[in-house]
């Protein structure tokens, strides 16, 4: 298996309070992704990484922020948390964009 | 039109039945086709990759590609109530983005 962790795996937390994902690699992987999915929409980018400090937006970044400062770690911010952001977060890793991504588990987030 | 599109499902097979899963894809540029397998409460577990029309086997398993009519499919026999998740086709055409299928959720039934 792809050495991706995600922390937390689960939180629940109110509208309006900032909330941080983490996603670590152990596999020293260049590109790494933040996906959300929900029922009936799949799987959807909200942001990617293509090196260290290298960021860009996907589909549905409008709310989220990220950073990477390491090669292993890459965060996902949501600024000010709102209901409609309740979902499920996954990060996904490769080393070459001719090759697959590997996905952690997931955070389940519920904003109440 | 959506650039994927997955039969969306659900299906029930008995045990032992051979299981037919399909998308249709309109982007001409995609090179690369995968199948996913979801279980609940897990991250996509790839399950098959391929760049080239024709078919590729593994175990139970055979992808299927057919550039001409923008068509793959995923077949899965013999299938087992460890088969039972949710799949999900997803394409590439080699930038840094991947495009999924809404997933089909297949039940093997024991």
């Known amino acids: 298996d792809a050495g991706i962790t995600q922390s937390p795996r689960h939180k629940v937390t109110e509208t309006g309070t900032p909330v941080t994902l983490r996603c670590h690699q152990t596999e020293n992987h260049r590109y790494m992704y933040w996906y959300r999915q929900d029922p009936g929409h799949g799987l959807r980018l909200i942001h990617y990484s293509y090196g260290v400090k290298d960021t860009d937006k996907g589909e549905v970044s409008d709310g989220y922020s990220v950073s990477r400062s390491k090669t292993e770690d890459f965060l996902l911010t949501l600024e000010s948390a709102t209901s409609s952001q309740t979902s499920v977060y996954f990060c996904?890793?490769?080393?070459?964009?001719?090759?697959?991504?590997?996905f952690g588990d997931g955070t389940r987030l519920s904003i109440l | 039109q959506k650039e994927v599109e997955q039969d969306p499902g659900p299906l029930s097979v008995p045990e032992g039945a051979i299981v037919s899963l399909n998308c249709t894809y309109s982007?001409?540029?995609?090179?690369?086709f995968m199948w996913y397998r979801q279980y609940s409460r897990k991250g996509p577990e790839l399950l098959m990759y391929?760049?080239?029309?024709g078919n590729k086997e593994d175990g139970r398993f055979t992808a299927q590609v057919d550039k001409s009519s923008k068509y793959i499919s995923l077949f899965i026999r013999d299938s087992q109530p460890s088969d039972s998740a949710t799949y999900l086709c997803a394409f590439s055409s080699n930038d840094y983005k991947l495009s999924f299928g809404a997933g089909t959720t297949v039940t093997v039934r024991a």
């Open positions: 982007n001409s540029a995609f090179q690369y």
């Open positions: 996904a890793i490769t080393g070459q964009l001719n090759q697959p991504q590997h």
């Open positions: 391929t760049y080239s029309s």
